[in-house]
């Protein structure tokens, strides 16, 4: 089994930054890939930007030249680093991992429990 703790959400003006951070910790034998996803009230839940292994990062439009992806393979955690805040930005922002457990097994999809992020115009 596989946890993922975020943290670093908070409220911030418009304009403002935030850095989220996720770890993972528990059985893992190599993490694929690395993600955040957000969804505000009454919205489906939606990709903000993802991390492979191989350092290659992909952007939701909306947030592509604000936001930054980065990940620490040793330390099995992903950043996501916010700028240029915008209300529309605010949302429950969650992490995502595909995680394998060890060589001979497949990768299972986790999700970290929610950060608050509120951006005030």
């Known amino acids: 089994q596989v946890q993922l703790v975020a943290s670093g959400g908070g409220l911030v003006q418009a304009g403002g930054s935030l850095r989220l951070s996720c770890a993972a910790s528990?059985?893992?034998?190599?993490?694929?890939?690395m993600g955040w996803y957000r969804q505000a009230p009454g919205q489906q839940r939606e990709l903000v930007a993802v991390?492979?292994?191989?350092?290659?990062?992909n952007y939701a439009d909306s947030v592509k030249g604000r936001f930054n992806i980065s990940r620490d393979n040793a330390k099995n955690t992903v950043y996501l680093q916010m700028n240029s805040l915008k209300p529309e930005d605010t949302a429950v922002y969650y992490c995502?991992?595909?995680?394998?457990?060890?060589?001979?097994?497949?990768?299972?999809?986790?999700w970290g429990q929610g950060t608050q992020v509120t951006v005030s115009s």
């Open positions: 991390i492979i292994s191989s350092g290659s990062t």
């Open positions: 995502n991992a595909i995680v394998r457990d060890s060589f001979y097994s497949g990768f299972v999809d986790y």
């Open positions: 528990g059985i893992i034998f190599s993490i694929d890939r």
